[in-house]
């Protein structure tokens, strides 16, 4: 049986019962008690105690928590679905999908309260439709958004702010500018059944929750000072400086880790950054070239991922070879472009 707000519950371990009040994470909820005290207990130390006196003895409540929608039904999410925030896009029309306008959800499937704010994105900057507060596990609908304005601005800005009462692991604030491809809205297959929604979607990850283990990284800046400390060793014995151009075996390597590109990045949302690291990507790829470099060594790191992919984009878009950058030197934080 899955938990929900509201759910009357029994002490595994001690005596008493109290009532779910809050859903903390996957582990972990607030139980309010008989003096109206909310307390956090593992899920695993709970007894549901069934509505109705005729119904089977109380079963253990199971880990999975229970995702509210504001339509009718519920969804009940999967473990194979991660913690994070998600928008998605559901046709009011799904069997007249190319004249339909298309409702727009905020999904929250973390054990976090969030703060959001909703905007799109045009020429003249930025027009926020909605902002407000999404309980954990919850999700909301925004707006229904006209087709031909779905069309016309197709990017969107939606901004986070995490926060919970308990005790809990921090994340940093989010400020993600997504965008749609409209010509997906025009194909059927886009829209799937979902964990998050009754209707059927087409679901974009924001972002994803990370974990304390996570977020305690080794410090970037360890790599950097190893190759740094390599190539003022061997720099000396490198001849024909001048002519270094005309050298087939030249190389270059970029270090896109913002610490190496601007003095602070204090302030800066994540799409900020990005920008910041893909403009130095552009111009170390231009410079390769026009200086017949053999390749061009790009460290990006690993983290969540994001950056890479960003990267691996571009290189898609300019039809350059690329493969991993050698594993002894970088780990799995390089990429090694082949320029000639």
Sequence with gaps: MHFKIGD??????????????????????????????????????????????????????????????????????????????????????????????????????????????????????????????????????????????????SNFKVDILF????????????????????????????????????????????????????????PKIDLSKILLQKRSHFEPHKKSKPHISNNPAYELEIDLHIEELVDTHAGMSNAEIIQIQLKHLQRAIDKAIAEHCRKLVVIHGVGNGRLKSEVHAILDSLKLRYHDGSYAKYGFGATEIVIA
Aim: hydrophobic share 40%.
């Design 8 to 153: 009357k519950v029994r002490f595994l371990n001690e005596k008493g019962e109290g009532i779910i009040s809050k859903i903390i994470n996957k582990t972990t909820v607030g139980v309010t008690i008989e003096d109206g005290f909310e307390l956090p207990f593992a899920v695993s130390e709970l007894l549901t105690i069934p509505k109705d006196p005729t119904s089977p003895s109380p079963s253990k409540i199971v880990e999975e928590p229970v995702f509210f929608n504001e339509t009718t039904s519920k969804s009940i999410i999967t473990k194979e679905e991660q913690e994070g925030i998600y928008m998605a896009f559901s046709p009011e029309k799904m069997n007249d999908i190319a004249h339909s306008d298309f409702n727009v959800w905020l999904i929250n499937y973390t054990g976090y309260q969030i703060l959001f704010s909703y905007s799109i994105v045009s020429a003249k900057g930025f027009k926020t439709f909605e902002t407000g507060t999404i309980q954990a596990f919850e999700n909301l609908l925004v707006e229904t958004i006209d087709r031909k304005l779905l069309t016309e601005s």
């Design 163 to 218: 926060f919970n009462e308990q005790e809990h692991v921090y994340q940093a604030p989010i400020s993600e500018i997504v965008k749609l491809k409209p010509i997906k809205l025009y194909k059927e297959n886009a829209f799937a059944d979902n964990n998050f929604i009754s209707e059927k979607a087409l679901i974009i990850n924001i972002t994803k929750i990370n974990t304390l283990e996570e977020q305690i990284e080794t």
